[in-house]
């Protein structure tokens, strides 16, 4: 089992840059693929990066693409997501969750959920 916690959210301008932190409690977190999900007010939590239990593969939104990077340091148990040129439509509660399965852009595949941490950008 793995405990998840996310830090780095915040308020920025349209154009700025975040980037998100997941730290992951136990000894196997190199165990887990990673995903990032976010869920806007009003509207479903949607799939915004994963990453394999290595590192060396990655998926991501189309929304996101060119402009999100996730990666992980299995040493330090944590999972980044960097966030470049943020538009007011990426406002939302993003989430890191971790799999024991498979990288995966589908929510369901990830029994683990941290308690997420709020981006909002402005316009």
């Known amino acids: 089992q793995v405990q998840l916690v996310e830090s780095g959210g915040g308020l920025v301008q349209a154009g700025g840059s975040l980037r998100l932190s997941c730290a992951a409690s136990?000894?196997?977190?190199?165990?887990?693929?990673m995903g990032w999900f976010r869920q806007a007010p009003g509207k479903e939590r949607e799939f915004v990066a994963t990453?394999?239990?290595?590192?060396?593969?990655?998926r991501y939104a189309d929304s996101v693409k060119g402009r999100f990077t996730i990666s992980r340091d299995n040493a330090k148990n944590t999972v980044y997501l960097q966030m470049n040129s943020l538009k007011p439509e990426d406002t939302a509660f993003y989430y890191c969750?971790?799999?024991?399965?498979?990288?995966?852009?589908?929510?369901?595949?990830?029994?683990?959920w941290g308690q997420g941490t709020q981006v909002t950008v402005s316009s």
């Open positions: 969750a971790g799999s024991s399965t498979y990288y995966s852009i589908v929510s369901k595949s990830y029994a683990y």
């Open positions: 990453i394999s239990r290595s590192g060396g593969d990655t």
């Open positions: 136990g000894r196997t977190f190199s165990s887990y693929a």
